[in-house]
């Protein structure tokens, strides 16, 4: 059910630009992830701000500097280019510096290049129009505190908690040189005790009668009353209470990255990675989303970013399957960038033919782009994408429902889109109200019912514009809907447009075909391919049964009816499981081969070929196509035979040493053939009975394969041939008895 609401009734949100104008990048941190959007095509009127959020990682190096000066030369400047042809069509540039990336705390302890980092975001905003934020959602402390005092603006979070300062402590106060890099900074915009506050404990905090700060010890002694909690004795690590009201940082808190963009009115792609030369690739997902897809979809990525692709396209045509397939693979697509020096950007098309689980994907992506609704004298051409839509799927998984809905929700959040909006997607009680603050014009957003509540009987922050959900359904977003939320990138009619709105051509556009597992897949599923291998199977199967021994035959219908039951299964098309059943296979034909089978032949060979092919296909992820991938494979499976010969070389030593090491040799038994500590062999215990059998001619009662049962006379007798099968009824000689062991050979 879509949500009954009029999208006018909401304040729409900052203009989208229509065409991206990329910028140069340098793989920075491993979490590195900036971006900015420029138009070319819009209206000056329709122009705004635009941006780029850096993280600033925990710990900087004499590097930090020069790589953000490399990745920031392209977007700025585009930005001054569009600043010069048009100087009123075009906002202020920010640069948002993230303090506590994935809101870890930042306390770097190297004084040059917090300085270094300091002086350069100073410098950049004696450009026209430059804006360098600061925003910190964590602890601050120690020299991290100097580059965030050197931006324009310092935004702190409310919830989570935010704290600033501690750069010393009592027991190790700054040096000279590095308390004049702060004093430096404090004169230019801050007041200069507040700062030292943080990195002297003996300053005293006073607030004059002229409504300035000063320090107690100053003299003459300043007439003013002492600020709470900044007396001597400690170092200040000041909260956004005190922060705030002392005129650290804004007087309103930003408590995550959403509402940073919404209060300077910059858009998502301010998040999206900043690509120069584009390498893009089209994957495209069709029928339900299960362990099967999950594993194609993961396969084909990683080809494409093997072959240096920056964009990832997906072409959504899915939906029901598994809900913890499709998080499984949502968690995949989000951190696709986490571990990465070079960002890849994802960009989710969502079809019409997408519905209820399509939405686990297409919030893991960067981008949403949708396919409208075409008609035509009032016939429908073409089916509009939506997001959501999961009632039919909530009525038959009803006990999945909570679970799905903090996993799409954590998601959401995740790449920065509207959590609440994800959540009443499979809350059918939630109410979500589009509001807008009274005290900033520019922050909006979406909030359920009870929180607007309980704002009015409170502190009457935010304004109702308009109800996006009401109660006792889901939320459902079509296409329009979604992008005058924020939520979608832009509305396409088809995958040609949305090619000509990222400014790729669609020449230059990989497709990430089938690889030779869903070749393998689909072929061994075909009726007539699973007709062959089951009668193959059943006829290597009776051949194997009918011959003596365990050999060709018998390998051969293990691995038909391996195949067979594998390609039909629930885990068809994924290689970690084929690899595992391969690995199975071959470690008990070495065991047959072992144990069971004298000599080595055709079952060990063949079991060490099927061990070491799956520890490849595991180790390498596919079968190699090229030389250099052959190469590549050799190297993959390299450290793994030699793990197996240094295995075997270690069993040697053991077997050949181990009976010799005092106190080790009592883990093992003691052959019966080991002489005696006087050199001479000990006489095996024979009974009598069996000592008269030595020499003794008698007919193999069973198949001796080797143990079987020989009939001597009357009697029949356990024995073990020496050397190969020996078939019922034949003729054989006692040669050797050891203790009960009686061995025999055909004659």
């Given amino acids: 059910m879509t949500a009954n609401f009029s999208?006018?009734?909401?304040?729409?949100?900052?203009?989208?630009?229509?065409?991206?104008?990329?910028?140069?990048?340098?793989?920075?941190?491993?979490?590195?992830?900036?971006?900015?959007?420029?138009?070319?095509?819009l209206s000056a009127q329709e122009r705004g701000n635009v941006g780029l959020v850096v993280p600033i990682p925990t710990t900087?190096?004499?590097?930090?500097?020069?790589?953000?000066?490399?990745?920031?030369?392209?977007?700025?400047?585009?930005?001054?280019?569009?600043?010069?042809?048009?100087?009123?069509?075009?906002?202020?540039?920010?640069?948002?510096?993230?303090?506590?990336?994935?809101?870890?705390?930042?306390?770097?302890?190297?004084?040059?290049?917090?300085?270094?980092?300091?002086?350069?975001?100073?410098?950049?905003?004696?450009?026209?129009?430059?804006?360098?934020?600061?925003?910190?959602?964590?602890?601050?402390?120690?020299h991290a505190v100097l580059p965030v005092l050197a931006c324009s603006e310092i935004l702190l979070s409310q919830q989570p908690p935010a704290h600033l300062g501690k750069v010393a402590?009592?027991?190790?106060?700054?040096?000279?040189?590095?308390r004049l890099a702060y004093e430096d900074l404090a004169n230019k915009r801050y007041p200069a005790v507040l700062v030292r506050k943080m990195y002297d404990a003996s300053v005293e905090v006073l607030k004059g009668r002229d409504g300035l700060y000063h320090d107690a010890n100053e003299k003459p002694l300043p007439a003013g009353e002492p600020v709470s909690g900044l007396g001597p004795g400690e170092t200040a690590l000041y909260s956004f209470e005190q922060a705030s009201k002392l005129g650290l940082c804004q007087p309103m808190p930003c408590n995550n990255l959403d509402e940073v963009l919404a209060r300077y009115r910059l858009p998502r792609s301010s998040l999206y990675p900043a690509l120069d030369h584009l390498r893009a690739w089209h994957i495209h997902l069709k029928g339900p989303i299960n362990g099967e897809m999950n594993e194609r979809v993961k396969r084909r990525i990683r080809q494409a970013l093997g072959e240096k692709a920056n964009v990832l396209i997906l072409e959504l045509a899915c939906g029901g399957g598994a809900s913890q397939a499709a998080h499984d693979l949502a968690v995949f697509l989000s951190e696709l960038n986490d571990q990465r020096r070079e960002p890849v950007e994802t960009i989710a098309y969502v079809t019409g033919r997408a519905h209820d689980t399509a939405a686990f994907l297409a919030f893991a992506c960067n981008k949403i782009v949708m396919q409208r609704e075409i008609k035509q004298n009032g016939q429908l051409i073409q089916e509009g994408a939506v997001l959501g839509g999961f009632e039919r799927y909530v009525r038959a998984h009803p006990d999945q429902e909570a679970t799905m809905r903090n996993s799409l929700a954590d998601i959401a959040e995740k790449k920065h889109y509207p959590r609440i909006l994800a959540e009443g997607m499979l809350d059918r009680d939630l109410c979500i109200c589009a509001v807008k603050s009274k005290k900033e014009e520019s922050a909006r957003?979406?909030?359920?019912?009870?929180?607007?509540?309980?704002?009015?009987?409170?502190?009457?922050?935010?304004?109702?514009v308009g109800v996006v959900k009401e109660e006792n359904q889901y939320l459902t977003l079509t296409a329009e809907q979604a992008h005058e939320m924020g939520v979608a990138r832009e509305v396409v009619s088809n995958f040609e447009e949305l090619c000509e709105l990222e400014g790729i051509g669609r020449s230059e556009i990989h497709t990430a075909d089938s690889d030779w597992l869903d070749g393998l897949v689909d072929f061994l599923r075909d009726p007539w391919t699973s007709m062959v291998l089951v009668m193959l199977g059943i006829t290597c199967l009776i051949l194997e049964l009918k011959m003596p021994g365990i050999g060709l035959p018998g390998i051969l219908s293990a691995v038909c009816f391996l195949l067979f039951f594998w390609s039909h299964s629930q885990v068809s098309g994924q290689i970690v499981w084929l690899a595992f059943l391969l690995f199975l296979l071959g470690l008990i034909l070495i065991g047959l081969e072992i144990f069971v089978v004298p000599g080595f032949g055709v079952t060990g060979i063949s079991g060490i070929v099927l061990v070491l092919g799956s520890i490849g296909l595991v180790a390498y992820g596919h079968w190699p196509r090229s030389n250099e991938e052959w190469i590549g494979y050799g190297q993959a499976l390299g450290p793994f035979a030699l793990s197996i010969v240094a295995a075997i070389l270690s069993a040697f030593l053991l077997v050949r040493y181990l009976p010799h090491i005092p106190y080790a040799n009592r883990l093992i038994l003691k052959p019966q053939e080991e002489p005696d500590e006087f050199g001479e062999e000990p006489a095996a215990s024979i009974h009598p009975d069996m000592a008269a059998l030595l020499g003794a001619i008698g007919v193999a009662a069973t198949p001796l394969r080797p143990a079987g049962k020989v009939q001597f006379g009357e009697d029949f007798v356990d024995v073990v041939a020496e050397g190969s099968y020996v078939l019922p009824g034949a003729r054989v000689q006692v040669i050797e008895i050891e203790g009960n062991r009686i061995v025999v050979k055909e004659v």
């Fill in 7 to 41: 999208m006018q009734n909401l304040v729409r949100q900052p203009a989208v630009f229509a065409k991206t104008a990329r910028a140069a990048a340098v793989g920075w941190w491993g979490t590195f992830c900036i971006g900015l959007m420029l138009s070319s095509s």
């Fill in 60 to 142: 900087l190096t004499t590097e930090a500097t020069s790589r953000l000066r490399s990745a920031l030369y392209g977007p700025l400047r585009r930005y001054e280019d569009e600043c010069s042809r048009d100087p009123k069509g075009i906002g202020y540039f920010y640069l948002i510096c993230d303090f506590n990336p994935d809101n870890r705390d930042n306390a770097s302890e190297e004084p040059g290049a917090c300085q270094t980092l300091a002086r350069y975001l100073r410098d950049l905003q004696k450009k026209q129009g430059i804006q360098v934020l600061a925003f910190v959602h964590g602890n601050v402390t120690r």
């Fill in 169 to 178: 402590d009592a027991q190790h106060p700054l040096e000279r040189l590095d």
């Fill in 445 to 464: 957003k979406y909030i359920s019912k009870a929180e607007l509540e309980a704002d009015q009987q409170g502190e009457q922050r935010w304004q109702s």
